[in-house]
């Protein structure tokens, strides 16, 4: 016994000596390493002294310009300086009072140092910002504050260490702990974000933004006045997100707008993230040259050099919260003990009850800002990426644009960019998840010893069999991706092209292609889903299987297994779980996020439009303004082929320059060379001067009228006037309700054809450029504005510029001072008109095709056949007439409206309030009317009880201590913990199952209903619904309701039946828990109320704020060619940047929101955890199982509430996508397309009678009326003309005769039957229309023939012969199957109408429309096909659209509108015997026209 005795004081006095050197060694240590800073920062502010004076010559002063956290870093040196000396004076009171022992020496010389160094340190940052241009905190300060940091938790750490070895540590060493902690991580903090930096970013702005002083000032005032709190918020606020309390008050109080959030910081902001990222990544070329081939590996490199100091402080949040999360496992041992120890030591257990809650308590914030930092860091990754993906765009090549279309653009915006920037809350796990699992095991082998291994082998076996599974989700998300841009391409066409669809009845044909694509892609997706259920599965249940697998062993070992023990293990396995279950996550992102990667770079290594193509020189005096030597273009590099050939030609400044020639010859693509569009072969292309654009096609801006012709440059009221006169645009913009204020829906939609034209002459106008290049600006105007626009633009304003213009009006010509004919791509003559015409060939074929067409208009005879029926219909003709202006004169005072509600285009609707609960109703019974979500609750409840019940039984089956007998033998214990753990297994399969089954079921569903609806909808629906607002619901919003609801649904399950499963557990111990969990549930239920009305909001903002991007870059694409002529790629580039910004805020600031709520709910349940806590330990011996204590303790070491309202929110934000795709599954409707009662015969219409009764057309209820009260007949067989200036309802009166747009009064008739009765399939699959706009769809020649594949390849040849398309196709490769693609961009817009024109003729219909059908084809053309249509169609009534005036002489009737009024309808020929007529003058006037 005194040998024991003896031997227990010698270990007692070799721990102090022990304790003692220990203590010594830190105090020295932490000294040395403050004197050595002194030494330092000594030398380095003598060296800066030095300097200073001539630093402070050349640079200005920047007085009162600090550094953010200037002030909380100068106060926390100067509070850390004053409670060291504090310290040092306690440790000096203490040796003189008790005597001196070494580490008291060491000790007071530690204090003393630190004081002396925190002091210096303070008074550096004083003078450093307030008597010099500094503007950031030194790199040596950063370096030793990250030093200062590691070194306080490396020795608090040790202390901990030594606490539990030895009896217990002076208060004073805690204390200096703790804070030295606290500050050194704000220290940390302010080191890697240190947010003054205006003057750099302003440098890195200056090449890549040139705004005007003015912008600037204002962009200042407003950035000022709504600069983001977060910016300026102290470090209180920061820790516990009391910045956001100010936006969250107003979103209680109201509903949320975008002007209400403040902006985003500048660091923040997309401008100033994409100049970073720009200039990292082609810093990364080291000159090279070859930035645009882009590696996967060189984009990752340049992401994560753009948010590295992100990356940074993520990743030490990370570790903090990751070794905080396993201080609590690891005392549970203890704290049973503790319990169930005959002599409790007090201290001791509120030393471990201290432990459990500042463990927590780091955990809670470690975790918070983690995830706060994590979704910033998603928002700058998010930014960069959109916008070099913008800037690509700008940049593609014809070739990369054919290859790469516009579907497969948007998804990489949508999904992949999404995808990407989500990879941030899985960057850490990658190394994160092997840490937590070592940490797991050590925790187990002090524990369990050797069993450790046996749970280490059985962890690497489901680590390994990650590797197949995530080959395998990564072939079927790549094969998702792919069948999802198929979709999406095709359904940016349809919509793209709705109009047409509708006309031509094919709608359901596409939808029916849309459906075919879908199933091909729901075929990946049940793959992927199914895989991924699988994989949680089995990883969900890993750790239930690694806790079989390790406590078998025990038992099989003989290793003893008390309460303690496997309360410790139990709580290590649930902490296992989240890596394991993470570890499918991890891999499947990692996949999912390396084929985006790789997607986006395919995306940036497309070949670029080279910039050299064209020389753009000054004009500097001299006379050449464009020059081509020896130019080879061609538009397919790869192709043998040439596009044009041996092109040789100089213009002067001044001259005028015209450029004719057959279909497809080449004259727009010679405009596109000029442009530098075309690539070139071999020659040199120079351009003197600045130039400007206009697009035979043309390409309108979203936006207002005034914008598209201003186009960027600033308003000069007395020019832009001048040329709406030009332009005869001020009698249009009468008509509009809103004048130039007007919003033009996409793509011009509410546009005429005209109206598009002379926007874009008007804004190449106001531009005053020295060279204009015009491509076929007339054909889409009619006769009389052409004139106008001829002479008052290119004659008047723009007589002493250099013009080149393609034309395919002849009468225009004569006034070039240079005529280049074109064929085949070559120019073929050159020179005036007399001296070409005297040389005949192709230029006198041109000719000589429009003389012969005015010589048929002087050969009509006047007073032929249909003198008795004009006759018979006279007096209604003019009654109709006289009606119609006496109801013009009426209604003129209603013409106009105020107020936003009449623009066409309005703000894209938003739900307001709370997401209703019919809406989560209609999800969960969408598929099989909810049959199947009470086996989801059962399954769920079945393994929380199972789980619980398992736990129990490990606990009350073992002994507390060792010395205790086991009251059921190892096989029972360990046979009963296997059933009902396969048991919960079994259950969570099920559920995983179901919920993947009604997922994807529900999925389709809405899918298949939302597009029915969309392809069913109104023409009006498309003209007022930008096509972004469509696809972002049918990518980006069906993504989400493919995969991300379905699993969010499951994990807000698992989340709330597992908290209510921790409150029994806890509150079984004792009901009186309930007294600290009631108050802290109602509060957080209160908290949750207050918080997610701003968070719903910021969630639809942000839907919202996300089609404009997309419209934006599919907008900016298809006008690329017009932007880069204008020189306004910077512009747009700025107004993505906003449109971006617009994006974040809300995302930044619902991520604020989220951290806020999910702090206070954190704060709650540390609260009520440390309540629970201190009344366990308070508790006499005895009166508790120590073991269900232990438990309790265990279960509520993951205790929170916020992990459900994480959920919660989450699904809330997510099931907007539900939301939103409903909306669209409730828009209005066109009429039935069949009608089996009112089923038309076969042959209707024979006779082809249209009767138009009292007809009043308008594009929407708010919008004004188009066509007012028409009344007209076209008999059968005739040929009606019909004209009018441009916006004069020719366009509308058509869409009215094939019902796009529902009368608001009157009625048509064709043969006796009312069209309006008649379904809408059967009324526009019997009529036929060559439309204003030709259009081609992505596919074969084929298929744009004949879609719907009801006729012989015969028939289709005949066809082409008949339209002079024969010829052409034979020697295109593959004939009939040759490749169209995306817009037919491949065909020119002449060769588009030739194919529009083959539709008709095989069709052949007993009605008609030509609107504008041969305004893109040459004279000869035009007069060859108005001799096939009469021949096809002689027995057919044709209604004929033109603004060449010979297309409709010969007619039968003219009908001649005026503002949506019938100014004049009779025969041509009693049209023009009555001189004093509108219509004889029109006539005369382009008769004098093309005889000058």
Same mark, same amino acid.
């Given at each position: 016994m005194d040998t024991f005795e003896e031997s227990k004081n010698d270990m007692k006095t070799w721990g102090f000596f022990s304790q003692s050197s220990i203590s010594i060694f830190l105090h020295g240590f932490s000294a040395s390493s403050h004197l050595i800073l002194l030494f330092v920062l000594s030398i380095s502010w003598a060296c800066k002294r030095h300097k200073m004076p001539s630093l402070e010559k050349s640079k200005p002063m920047l007085k009162n310009t600090y550094v953010s956290f200037y002030w909380s870093a100068l106060i926390s040196c100067m509070g850390l300086s004053f409670n060291d000396l504090l310290l040092c004076v306690l440790n000096y009171l203490s040796g003189y009072k008790h005597g001196w022992s070494d580490v008291k020496i060491v000790a007071e010389l530690d204090f003393a140092f630190r004081t002396l160094t925190w002091f210096v340190i303070s008074a550096y940052l004083h003078i450093l910002f307030s008597h010099s241009s500094e503007h950031r905190f030194p790199i040596l300060l950063k370096i030793w504050w990250a030093f200062y940091f590691i070194m306080s938790c490396s020795y608090l750490v040790i202390h901990l260490g030594l606490y539990w070895k030895h009896s217990s540590l002076p208060c004073l060493v805690w204390v200096s702990d703790v804070i030295s902690i606290i500050i050194g991580l704000f220290f940390s903090y302010v080191g890697l974000f240190d947010k003054k930096q205006e003057d750099g970013d302003s440098k890195l702005l200056e090449p890549l933004l040139k705004i005007s002083a003015n912008e600037n000032n204002c962009e200042s005032v407003t950035r000022e006045s709504t600069i983001t709190p977060y910016a300026n918020a102290n470090i209180f606020s920061n820790f516990t997100f009391s910045w956001m309390g100010p936006l969250l008050e107003l979103g209680y109080k109201k509903t949320l707008d975008l002007d209400d959030l403040p902006q985003l910081a500048d660091c923040d902001s997309a401008n100033v993230v994409f100049t970073r990222f720009r200039n990292k990544l082609e810093y990364d070329d080291n000159g090279s040259g070859n930035g645009d081939q882009v590696s996967t590996l060189k984009l990752v490199k340049t992401l994560i050099l753009s948010i590295w100091k992100e990356i940074l402080w993520t990743a030490l949040l990370s570790i903090i919260c990751t070794l905080a999360s396993y201080v609590g496992p690891y005392l549970i041992d203890d704290f049973v003990q503790y319990l169930n120890s005959p002599c409790q030591l007090k201290y001791k257990g509120h030393a471990l009850v201290f432990s459990f809650l500042l463990s927590k308590l780091i955990r809670c914030l470690s975790e918070r800002h983690l995830f706060f930092q994590l979704r910033n860091m998603a928002i700058r990754v998010r930014a960069a990426l959109f916008s070099i993906i913008y800037k690509k765009g700008f940049r593609l090549s014809s070739q990369s644009k054919q290859d790469h279309t516009n579907g497969e653009n948007i998804n990489l915006i949508s999904v992949d960019v999404e995808r990407i920037s989500f990879f941030n809350w899985y960057l850490h796990d990658i190394w994160r998840i092997p840490i937590q699992i070592i940490l797991a095991l050590l925790v187990l082998y002090t524990r369990l010893g050797v069993a450790s291994l046996v749970a280490f082998v059985t962890t690497m076996i489901f680590m390994l069999a990650n590797f197949p599974l995530g080959k395998l989700q990564e072939k079927f998300q790549g094969e998702l991706l792919d069948s999802k841009d198929q979709r999406m391409k095709v359904t940016s066409e349809a919509l793209r092209n709705m109009r047409i669809l509708k006309l031509q009845a094919w709608e359901m044909k596409f939808l029916a292609k849309i459906t075919k694509l879908?199933?091909?892609?729901?075929?990946?997706?049940?793959?992927?889903?199914?895989?991924?259920?699988?994989?949680?599965?089995?990883?969900?249940?890993?750790?239930?299987?690694?806790?079989?697998?390790?406590?078998?062993?025990?038992?099989?070992?003989?290793?003893?297994?008390?309460?303690?023990?496997?309360?410790?293990?139990?709580?290590?396995?649930?902490?296992?779980?989240?890596?394991?279950?993470?570890?499918?996550?991890?891999?499947?992102?990692?996949?999912?996020?390396?084929?985006?990667?790789?997607?986006?770079?395919?995306?940036?290594?497309?070949?670029?439009?080279?910039?050299?193509?064209?020389?753009?020189?000054?004009?500097?005096?001299?006379?050449?303004?464009?020059?081509?030597?020896?130019?080879?273009?061609?538009?397919?590099?790869?192709?043998?082929?040439?596009?044009?050939?041996?092109?040789?030609?100089?213009?002067?400044?001044?001259?005028?320059?015209?450029?004719?020639?057959?279909?497809?010859?080449?004259?727009?693509?010679?405009?596109?060379?000029?442009?530098?569009?075309?690539?070139k072969i071999s020659g040199a292309i120079r351009l003197h001067g600045t130039k400007a654009y206009v697009a035979q096609s043309p390409w309108i801006q979203s936006g207002k009228i005034v914008d598209n012709i201003l186009f960027g440059k600033e308003m000069d009221k007395d020019r832009y006037e001048m040329i709406l006169e030009a332009c005869s645009l001020n009698m249009d913009l009468g008509l509009f309700a809103f004048g130039d204020q007007t919003i033009i829906g996409e793509r011009g939609i509410n546009l005429s054809g005209g109206q598009k034209q002379r926007i874009q002459i008007a804004r190449a106008m106001y531009h005053d450029a020295d060279i204009y290049l015009l491509d076929d600006p007339f054909s889409a105007v009619d006769a009389q504005t052409g004139i106008h626009l001829f002479k008052e633009c290119l004659l008047g304003i723009l007589g002493s510029k250099t013009i080149i213009y393609v034309t395919h009006q002849v009468e225009f010509l004569s006034f070039a001072d240079l005529i280049l004919v074109m064929r085949d791509g070559k120019i073929t003559q050159s020179g005036k008109y007399e001296e070409i015409l005297s040389l005949g060939t192709d230029f006198m074929e041109l000719v000589g095709a429009h003389k012969k067409a005015m010589a048929d208009f002087n050969s009509i005879d006047r007073g032929a056949t249909l003198d008795n029926l004009i006759d018979g219909e006279k007096d209604d003709s003019m009654l109709c007439r006289n009606k119609s202006l006496q109801n013009d004169e009426e209604r003129e005072p209603e013409k106009k409206l105020v107020g936003p509600e009449g623009q066409l285009v309005q703000e894209e609707k938003r739900e307001i309030g709370e997401v209703s609960l019919s809406i989560y109703w209609k999800y969960i019974t969408a598929a099989y009317k909810g049959a199947f979500v009470p086996l989801i609750l059962l399954a769920q409840i079945l393994f929380q009880i199972l789980l619980i019940f398992s736990s129990y039984w490990m606990v009350l089956a073992t002994p507390i201590s060792k010395d205790v007998r086991p009251l059921v033998g190892g096989s029972t214990l360990i046979f009963v913990y296997v059933a009902l753990t396969l048991g919960s297994s079994f259950c969570v399969l099920i559920r995983s199952m179901l919920i993947v089954t009604i997922g994807y079921k529900t999925s389709t569903l809405l899918f298949n209903k939302m597009h029915l609806c969309i392809f069913h909808a109104p023409i009006s629906f498309f003209d007022s619904t930008p096509s972004g607002r469509i696809l972002n619901r049918a990518s980006i919003d069906q993504s989400a309701i493919d995969t991300s609801i379905p699993r969010q649904i499951e994990e807000l399950l698992i989340s709330t039946i597992g908290f209510l499963g921790t409150i029994i557990v806890m509150s079984q111990v004792a009901w009186k828990m309930l007294i600290a969990f009631i108050p802290m549930i109602v509060i957080c239920i209160w908290y949750q109320q207050y918080y997610k009305s701003t968070a719903r909001e910021l969630s639809r903002l942000a839907g919202v704020c996300q089609a404009p991007i997309i419209q934006h870059f599919t907008e900016s694409s298809l006008g690329s060619t017009t932007i880069r002529c204008f020189d306004q790629e910077e512009r747009f580039m700025e107004t993505n940047f906003k449109l971006i910004d617009g994006f974040s805020r809300p995302k930044f600031y619902f991520s604020g929101a989220m951290e806020w709520l999910c702090f206070r709910m954190d704060i709650l349940a540390f609260v009520a955890y440390a309540t629970s806590l201190l009344f366990f330990i308070s508790m006499p011996k005895g009166v508790l199982n120590p073991g269900v204590v232990g438990l309790a303790i265990t279960y509520g070491l993951e205790f929170s509430l916020h992990g459900v309202v994480w959920d919660l929110n989450r699904l809330e934000n997510r099931i907007i996508s539900v939301e939103r795709i409903l909306q669209y599954t409730c828009i209005p409707s066109e009429p039935l397309?069949?009608?089996?009662?009112?089923?038309?015969?076969?042959?209707?219409?024979?006779?082809?009678?249209?009767?138009?009764?009292?007809?009043?057309?308008?594009?929407?209820?708010?919008?004004?009326?188009?066509?007012? %009260?028409? !009344?007209?007949?076209?008999?059968? &067989?005739?040929?009606?003309?019909? @004209?009018?200036?441009? *916006?004069?309802?020719? /366009?509308?009166?058509?869409?009215?005769?094939?019902?796009?747009?529902?009368?608001?009064?009157?009625?048509?008739?064709?043969?006796?039957?009312?069209?309006?009765?008649?379904?809408?399939?059967?009324?526009?699959?019997?009529?036929?229309?060559?439309?204003?706009?030709?259009?081609?769809?992505?596919?074969?020649?084929?298929?744009?023939?004949?879609?719907?594949?009801?006729?012989?390849?015969?028939?289709?040849?005949?066809?082409?012969?008949?339209?002079?398309? %024969?010829? !052409?196709?034979?020697?295109?490769? &593959?004939?009939?199957?040759?490749? @169209?693609?995306?817009? *037919?961009?491949?065909? /020119?817009?002449?060769?588009?109408?030739?194919?529009?024109?083959?539709?008709?003729?095989l069709k052949k219909s007993k009605v008609l429309v030509l609107d504008e059908a041969t305004a893109s084809v040459d004279t000869a053309t035009d007069y060859l096909i108005q001799q096939t249509l009469r021949q096809q169609f002689s027995g057919s009534t044709v209604i004929t659209i033109a603004h060449r005036l010979t297309s409709i002489l010969d007619n039968d009737m003219v009908l001649l509108l005026d503002n949506g009024l019938i100014l004049e309808y009779d025969s041509p020929s009693k049209l023009l015997e009555n001189k004093s007529s509108s219509f004889a003058k029109l006539v005369t006037e382009y008769t004098q026209r093309c005889s000058s």
């Open positions: 879908r199933k091909f892609e729901t075929k990946w997706l049940k793959k992927l889903i199914y895989t991924s259920a699988m994989t949680a599965f089995v990883y969900s249940s890993a750790p239930v299987f690694v806790s079989m697998v390790t406590f078998g062993f025990c038992i099989f070992m003989g290793i003893p297994l008390d309460s303690g023990k496997i309360l410790s293990a139990l709580a290590t396995f649930e902490i296992l779980q989240v890596p394991i279950y993470n570890l499918p996550d991890t891999i499947s992102m990692v996949v999912q996020t390396k084929v985006s990667l790789h997607r986006i770079t395919l995306f940036l290594c497309l070949d670029n439009l080279h910039p050299n193509i064209v020389q753009k020189l000054p004009r500097d005096g001299t006379k050449i303004a464009v020059e081509i030597v020896k130019g080879n273009f061609s538009w397919n590099l790869h192709s043998p082929n040439l596009t044009l050939k041996d092109l040789n030609f100089q213009v002067s400044h001044g001259m005028r320059v015209a450029v004719c020639g057959f279909v497809g010859s080449g004259k727009s693509s010679l405009l596109s060379c000029i442009l530098g569009e075309v690539p397309l069949l009608l089996q009662e009112n089923k038309p015969d076969f042959e209707w219409p024979s006779q082809g009678k249209i009767d138009i009764v009292d007809l009043q057309v308008q594009y929407g209820p708010h919008l004004p009326v188009v066509l007012r %009260g028409i !009344k007209c007949t076209f008999f059968g &067989g005739m040929n009606i003309g019909i @004209v009018g200036r441009t *916006g004069s309802g020719k /366009s509308t009166l058509v869409q009215a005769l094939f019902r796009m747009l529902e009368p608001t009064a009157g009625q048509i008739w064709i043969d006796d039957i009312n069209i309006s009765k008649v379904g809408l399939h059967d009324l526009r699959s019997r009529l036929s229309i060559i439309p204003q706009d030709p259009t081609m769809f992505e596919g074969t020649l084929r298929s744009n023939l004949d879609p719907l594949e009801e006729y012989t390849d015969e028939q289709i040849w005949e066809a082409l012969e008949r339209c002079q398309l %024969g010829d !052409k196709v034979r020697k295109k490769e &593959g004939k009939l199957d040759f490749a @169209v693609t995306e817009n *037919g961009e491949n065909w /020119s817009m002449g060769q588009r109408q030739l194919v529009c024109l083959a539709r008709v003729l």
